[in-house]
Nanobody, 124 residues
Framework: QLRLVESGGGSVQPGGSLKLSCDVS????????IGWFRQVPGKDREGISC????????NYIDSLAGRFTISRDGAKNIVYLEMNNLKPEDTGVYSC?????????????????WGQGTQVTVGS
């Protein structure tokens, strides 16, 4: 019954913004650690940020500081990733995932369940 559904991806010009949503069901949302990951061309999947059930937030990529913000809406069971000032290097597939033990991690191998991913394309 666990289900993660990403939405909000698309094409945007450099400098633009997107807000991704991860709709979570089949898990006790307040106990779940939900992370955002991305896989850009030529690189391994990397953790962007994670929101834990107790409200803690961890960011894993220094170069994204101030541009990408994770948040969650407990009433809607949605985890968001707001992305601002997007750059061509941000192009890739963005996925949300449930992290093992309800503990945040930026390591893809620590994810136990993934959404289908949503494509983000940043270009002129």
């Amino acid at each position: 019954q666990l289900r993660l559904v990403e939405s909000g991806g698309g094409s945007v010009q450099p400098g633009g913004s997107l807000k991704l949503s991860c709709d979570v069901s089949g898990v006790t949302f307040h106990y779940a650690a939900i992370g955002w990951f991305r896989q850009v061309p030529g690189k391994d999947r990397e953790g962007i940020s994670c929101s834990s059930g107790n409200g803690a937030v961890i960011n894993y990529i220094d170069s994204l500081a101030g541009r990408f913000t994770i948040s969650r809406d407990g009433a809607k069971n949605i985890v968001y990733l707001e992305m601002n000032n997007l750059k061509p290097e941000d192009t890739g597939v963005y996925s949300c995932a449930v992290l093992r033990w309800g503990l945040c991690s930026g390591v893809a191998a620590d994810a136990t369940f993934w959404g289908q991913g949503t494509q983000v394309t940043v270009g002129s």
